[in-house]
């Protein structure tokens, strides 16, 4: 079974760090690639950060680019995602999300942390 859990969200001020967490388990990295997510209050959930299952190739919406990097550590089957230089239009809920290789979409999801970026 398919599991993901987030940790690390919490409160900080703007300019601040939050490196999250993702400990997943019940599948081989290979078969699937990884994503990070968020979703704000009346907001669309917006995809962050991806990385490919065969290659390990990460890609950063725009949004995010240049403040955030996702990384793994595959012995420990974790991923993070490192969150520099907050903006208060960051706070939401931070999803990790897993797609099998060959699936359209990401179909295993963490239950989300919270971050809320203080003005």
């Known amino acids: 079974e398919v599991n993901l859990a987030e940790s690390g969200g919490g409160l900080q001020q703007t300019g601040g760090s939050l490196r999250l967490s993702c400990a997943a388990s019940g599948f081989t990295f290979d078969d699937y690639a990884i994503g990070w997510f968020r979703q704000a209050p009346g907001k669309e959930r917006e995809g962050l950060s991806f990385?490919?299952?065969?290659?390990?190739?990460?890609a950063y919406a725009n949004s995010v680019k240049g403040r955030f990097t996702m990384s793994s550590d595959n012995r420990k089957n974790i991923f993070y995602l490192q969150m520099n230089n907050l903006k208060p239009e960051d706070s939401a809920v931070y999803y990790c999300a897993a797609q099998q290789v060959g699936s359209t979409q990401y179909n295993h999801w963490g239950q989300g942390t919270q971050v809320t970026v203080s003005s």
């Open positions: 990385m490919g299952s065969s290659d390990g190739e990460i």
